[in-house]
């Protein structure tokens, strides 16, 4: 299996040399060449699969459709490695719940952070130090979080031979308990920057970073965020599981609610729809930040400065730049980089906006890729929390609430899963608000908040960030 560029870039790469890499050296976005096809047969084989062996086992079979280049044995065993109850508390790993009639809950947070990014992070920790270790090489990985990236990533790479993590978040606007999570981390390795703005300007440090080759290169630098194909390719695997705990014969077809802020999530649904997983339609749900719903309806994507981000109660999604975006966007227009990279390079870095709402390819996002899509705010948040628990007995957070309230707008005849993003209690002061007390924490967070935090805060400037890279890597 080769890897080529959204933006067109000549050299197709294998899985292991993007796994390290992060950003096409033209600034796109890793895509497999193909999609791997899933017929008939095959699905009914993951069926037993799923059935008989567990959800490890499903993972290297979708996994191993796209990694040539790490012995089956090897992936099979880093696959073993990483979806245990043990770190997922649950021999399912994501069991599927139903809240009422057709509308379905996919439980993505027993992970060790409490949160949906573990699914991939922990994977992704496990195939860097095996990689790494095979190479004898080193990685300092750069990210950006806007609240669960960054635990996930730093849980799974925490004491990792060969990695360190440099993350960034935007200062103050994550919930008290995302910031604890990660600040309190005293491993070596770990290195958390604040950065005096809003997640796109984390995101755009990283990608800046990531295009400076010879910086890259020098530092070698990787990245563990959804621009990492290895990341959405491990997600693509709960989206299989998914559909088969809800159906029982291939011909059923089923939709998932996503909710989106970096479209990371979401695009692994596009992966696996693409792959012939029988989908419906997938649902993007946003907050108040609706840059995607607003594309979703109208065609225009319109990225919005930092005085326009909105901070919101769901802030992971507080996000007006979604950079997984252009993986979707470089098939619907044919897999043209070319016009790909008009739209990105020139259209969204020049003007910060395309339009594509008179390209007759608009019509294939929801015609041909089953997209539509719907936006929440503080008081649907609320109404949600408040009328999922009172009246179905269940708890939810602030995200998979904008999810229901979406997923609710579009129900049709088949099983429509919202995909969990976290547990309550990672953003306790909302749960409070709908519901005038407080989630349950988990034991191991306890005073968590009250601990010795490792942070650096520093404004929105790139040259600082590769500066205090380079203080921490001699």
Request: net charge negative; hydrophobic share 40%.
């Amino acid at each position: 299996m080769l890897y080529l560029s959204t933006r067109g870039h000549a050299e197709q790469k294998r899985f292991c040399d993007i796994l390290l890499e992060g950003l096409a050296p033209d600034g796109g976005l890793y895509m497999p060449v193909q999609y791997p096809q899933i017929d008939d047969a095959k699905l009914t084989a993951l069926r037993e699969t799923l059935r008989n062996q567990g959800y490890a086992a499903l993972a290297f079979e979708i996994l191993s459709l796209y990694i040539d280049d790490i012995p089956a044995e090897d992936l099979r065993a880093l696959c073993n490695k990483t979806y245990t109850e043990a770190v997922f508390g649950t021999a399912a790993i994501v069991p599927v719940r139903q809240l009422e009639g057709q509308l379905m809950i996919e439980a993505l947070s027993n992970g060790p952070t409490l949160a949906f990014k573990d699914m991939a992070m922990q994977l992704l920790g496990n195939l860097f130090e095996y990689e790494l270790a095979r190479r004898g090489e080193e990685l300092n990985i750069l990210g950006a979080t806007s609240g669960d990236t960054g635990s996930a990533a730093e849980y799974a790479m925490r004491g990792k031979k060969g990695v360190r993590v440099f993350m960034t978040s935007p200062h103050g606007r994550m919930s008290p308990f995302q910031q604890a999570q990660m600040f309190s981390l005293q491993d070596e390795n770990i290195h958390n920057i604040a950065i005096e703005g809003v997640f796109d300007d984390c995101q755009d440090i990283v990608k800046a970073v990531s295009n400076d080759h010879a910086f890259k290169a020098q530092y070698k630098i990787g990245t563990v965020n959804s621009i990492n194909w290895a990341r959405l390719l491990a997600q693509v695997v709960y989206y299989f599981a998914g559909y088969l705990q809800v159906t029982t014969q291939n011909s059923e077809k089923v939709s998932f609610t996503v909710p989106s802020g970096n479209f990371g999530n979401v695009c692994a649904g596009h992966v696996a729809r693409q792959m012939g997983l029988p989908i419906a339609k997938l649902v993007v749900a946003t907050n108040e930040n609706d840059v995607l719903d607003e594309f979703f309806r109208t065609g225009v994507y319109q990225v919005r400065g930092a005085a326009h981000t909105f901070e919101t109660s769901s802030p992971s999604m507080d996000i007006s730049k979604a950079s997984n975006f252009e993986r979707f966007v470089f098939d619907l227009v044919g897999r043209d980089g070319a016009r790909l990279q008009q739209l990105f390079s020139q259209g969204v870095a020049q003007e910060g906006r395309f339009d594509l709402q008179a390209d007759p390819a608009f019509k294939d996002a929801a015609g041909r890729y089953g997209f539509v899509s719907g936006k929440s705010s503080h008081a649907d948040r609320l109404a949600t929390i408040q009328d999922t628990y009172q009246r179905l007995g269940q708890m939810i957070d602030t995200h998979t609430a904008d999810g229901v309230k979406v997923a609710r707008e579009h129900l049709g005849a088949e099983p429509m899963i919202v995909l969990e993003t976290a547990l309550p209690i990672k953003f306790a002061a909302t749960i409070e608000e709908a519901l005038g007390r407080l989630p349950e924490r988990p034991a191991k967070f306890d005073g968590i908040e009250a601990l010795p935090k490792r942070v650096v805060v520093m404004p929105a400037d790139v040259d600082q960030v590769k500066a205090y890279i380079q203080d921490h890597c001699r």
